[in-house]
DNA sequence: CTCAGTGCAAAGGATTTGCATGCCG
DNA sequence: CGGCATGCAAATCCTTTGCACTGAG
């Protein structure tokens, strides 16, 4: 599996006629791993010795690949997590307080509600629904007040 | 309704020790007729003599007040509407191309239906959600291929 | 040899803030 | 009168970019 992804990434990346280069890996490597997105101060925490602006660099190269997704919550920091076709579709709770987020799984059946909403979603206004994203805001257990 | 409005944002901004000023009044009233989420820039142009950074502050106090809600799209500028429960419930067609936000109202199933998942959401690890976030992200018309 | 990737430092751009002034309460 | 809102300009801070260097093919 974890070979797959490694593979999977270095091919998306030649599709873009770019490399997987060590640092490419070790950002892979570090969101595999996560359990949530992550933003890059703390991917470069993880990984000592990437330089923030390489990771700048190197996560719009291999978002630009299709290999993972940007995420902007209202936090300060933009967040980053594998494509969804690398990982399991999922959805997220968003602390409001501190910013935090928190994956999420979403039963099935609600998975195909949404898909047939999405399908018929934009027929009058020409718009092409591609997917779909689902976030719970509240708060998280650490800052419950 | 339009008065009611006014009130209630003035009795919001109460609550907060803030006052009701014209500029407040000039932005909920530009957010009031909007078809859409807007930016700072779009909020100040339709209303010349607004300087940007009181649109930045009265927004900061709106939106603690609980009167404006603001979005993060992946789009350079932040985007305000009106709070919810000054509106209806709606969800958002977001153009990954232009970073174009259009209202969208979901079947009355789909929302019960995520209402029923979110309740049940973060049980296990503590996490209280308040609201849900529901977008569709794909190419709206003007930017089709 | 060539060219993409790297690192450093400087630039960019949306957003925030300091401070003096004006105005509502 | 006192304090909040205002405007201007300057500061912040995440993010991007210029440039010289290094390493892989």
């Given at each position: 599996?974890?070979?797959?992804?490694?593979?999977?990434a270095?091919?998306?990346l030649r599709?873009?006629?770019q490399r997987?280069t060590?640092?490419r890996r070790a950002?892979?490597?570090?969101l595999?791993?996560?359990?949530a997105?992550?933003t890059i101060?703390e991917?470069?925490?993880?990984r000592?010795?990437?330089?923030?602006?390489?990771?700048?660099r190197?996560l719009?190269?291999?978002e630009?690949a299709?290999?993972?997704?940007r995420?902007?919550?209202?936090?300060a920091?933009?967040r980053?997590?594998?494509?969804e076709?690398l990982t399991?579709?999922?959805h997220?709770?968003?602390?409001s307080?501190?910013?935090a987020?928190?994956?999420?799984?979403?039963p099935?059946g609600?998975?195909r509600s949404?898909?047939?909403?999405?399908?018929?979603?934009?027929?009058?206004s020409?718009?092409?629904?591609?997917?779909?994203?689902?976030d719970?805001?509240?708060?998280?257990a650490?800052c419950?007040?």
């Amino acid at each position: 599996m974890a070979v797959d992804l490694h593979e999977t990434a270095a091919s998306r990346l030649r599709d873009v006629d770019q490399r997987y280069t060590p640092n490419r890996r070790a950002v892979i490597e570090v969101l595999a791993v996560a359990p949530a997105p992550l933003t890059i101060p703390e991917i470069v925490m993880s990984r000592p010795g990437i330089p923030q602006s390489s990771a700048y660099r190197n996560l719009a190269v291999l978002e630009q690949a299709g290999v993972v997704r940007r995420l902007v919550t209202s936090d300060a920091f933009a967040r980053f997590e594998l494509a969804e076709d690398l990982t399991e579709h999922h959805h997220h709770l968003v602390c409001s307080v501190c910013g935090a987020v928190e994956d999420f799984s979403a039963p099935s059946g609600l998975e195909r509600s949404i898909a047939k909403v999405m399908a018929s979603a934009g027929r009058s206004s020409g718009f092409d629904a591609a997917y779909h994203r689902l976030d719970f805001v509240g708060t998280c257990a650490r800052c419950a007040a």
